[in-house]
Antibody, heavy 119, light 110 residues
Framework: DVQLVESGGGLVQPGESLRLSCVASGFTFRNYWMTWVRQAPGKGLEWVANINQDVSARHYVDSVKGRFTLSRDNTKNSLYLQMNSLRVEDTAVYYC????????????WGQGTLVTVSS | QSVLTQPPSASGTPGQRVTISCSGSSSNIGSHTVKWYQQVPGTAPKLLIY???QRPSGVPDRFSGSKSGTSASLAISGLQSEDEADYYC???????????FGTGTKVTVL
């Protein structure tokens, strides 16, 4: 079975950093684009960033450009989101998802990890 | 930043048909396929429809999708209590080099 397990969330103050991890299993991780999607409390889904198989392409939503960096280690089946200069508005549950082969469908999702930015 | 517009809520009694609309633009729905995601409260989203009208394995055939121009819709036929959830449309967007989601629709089974 495909599994995506996120970790690394927590409570931080504005301006601080956090690194999220997502460990994949049950499929050939190196063959897939991967993505992060977030959901602020009581709000809808927002795409954050995606990365291709060999890290030659990374894309970010405007609100996190220059602050967040997406990376992956195919030898460890792991995806990472380095989040710097965190803002209160970054507070959300962050989901790791696999991008399938049908025009960017997010076909498998992790359970999410909560990031709270508050003073 | 939701650029796809959905009605905030929809409801029906068990067995009824419910339809949810999703309105976008030429840079997203007009140029790319539409996906629908179901999110039961307190759980992660799940892919419900891809490529406008295709169901992943395991998704009941009472869920169907369609697309026309810059709009799409999701229909739930024979509504069941377990269909009570939030539903989001999504599509790639050429201006974003990523994806955009709809504003979300909460479906209530009366």
């Amino acid at each position: 079975d495909v599994q995506l397990v996120e970790s690394g969330g927590g409570l931080v103050q504005p301006g601080e950093s956090l690194r999220l991890s997502c460990v994949a299993s049950g499929f050939t991780f190196r063959n897939y684009w991967m993505t992060w999607v977030r959901q602020a409390p009581g709000k809808g889904l927002e795409w954050v960033a995606n990365i291709n198989q060999d890290v030659s392409a990374r894309h970010y939503v405007d609100s996190v450009k220059g602050r967040f960096t997406l990376s992956r280690d195919n030898t460890k089946n792991s995806l990472y989101l380095q989040m710097n200069s965190l803002r209160v508005e970054d507070t959300a549950v962050y989901y790791c998802a696999r991008i399938g082969y049908n025009d960017y469908d997010f076909d498998k999702w992790g359970q999410g990890t909560l990031v709270t930015v508050s003073s | 930043q939701s650029v796809l517009t959905q009605p905030p809520s929809a409801s029906g009694t068990p067995g009824q048909r419910v339809t949810i609309s999703c309105s976008g633009s030429s840079s997203n729905i007009g140029s790319h396929t539409v996906k629908w995601y179901q999110q039961v409260p307190g759980t992660a989203p799940k892919l419900l429809i891809y490529s406008n009208n295709q169901r992943p394995s395991g998704v009941p055939d009472r869920f169907s999708g369609s697309k026309s121009g810059t709009s799409a819709s999701l229909a739930i036929s024979g509504l069941q209590s377990e269909d009570e959830a939030d539903y989001y449309c999504a599509a790639r967007d050429d201006r974003l080099t990523g994806s955009v989601f709809g504003t979300g629709t909460k479906v209530t089974v009366l």
